[in-house]
């Protein structure tokens, strides 16, 4: 099992690192790439096209402005693909958000939030848990403190509400 995380620039780094660090948390094996749609087409479509056969299973591609490198190398693969709209720009990565996202039917690509990189990586491995047994009971565990988390959040906010008079009754 391997994710590759793919960004158009290394100025993208502050953002993916999100999706590296949770791919660590969860024990995920990945490679980090840079690579451009635009200033280097030629060896985004080789690894697209040779991804699958390196044992990757799915692909993480963020990019910003134009953001055509989720797409393309969607083009060039059959793995799934998650692209992330990174923010900055004229428009704030609006720009990137509708380049990933708005694909022509037949090249899927899965989009999250500009910037959201540590929801690319989550989305990775609940794809890749689809197959790893041992990659559902760690998100499984995840997903069980996080709502642990909210509860307690919850109760401390009630607490607060009551000792401040404010409770509903």
């Known amino acids: 099992m391997k994710v590759a995380v793919l960004m158009g620039s290394d100025s993208d780094w502050d953002v993916m690192k999100e999706a590296v660090m949770t791919l660590k948390e969860f024990d995920v094996p990945f490679e980090l790439h840079v690579i451009s749609a635009h200033r280097t087409p030629r060896r985004a479509a080789e690894f697209a ?3 699958k056969g390196k044992g990757i ?13 989720a797409g393309f190398i969607a083009a060039h693969t059959t793995l799934p693909v998650i692209g992330v709209p990174i923010g900055g720009g004229a428009l704030g990565g609006v720009d990137a958000l ?4 708005q ?5 899927p690509v899965a989009t999250v939030s500009i910037d959201g990189a540590r929801n690319a990586a989550l989305l990775a491995v609940e794809i890749l848990a689809l197959k790893y047994e041992e990659l559902s009971r760690k998100l499984k565990l995840y997903k069980d403190e996080m709502a642990r988390k909210v509860a307690q959040k919850s109760e401390r906010i009630r607490s607060k509400l009551s000792e401040e008079g404010l409770s509903g009754g």
Do not use: D, N, Q
Not at 103 to 107: C, D, E, F, K, S
């Open 103 to 107: 694909m022509p039917p037949g090249v």
């Open 57 to 69: 299973e799915v692909i993480i591609a963020g990019a910003g402005r134009a953001a055509h490198l």
């Open 98 to 101: 509708y380049s990933t996202v």
């Open 49 to 51: 096209s040779e991804a």
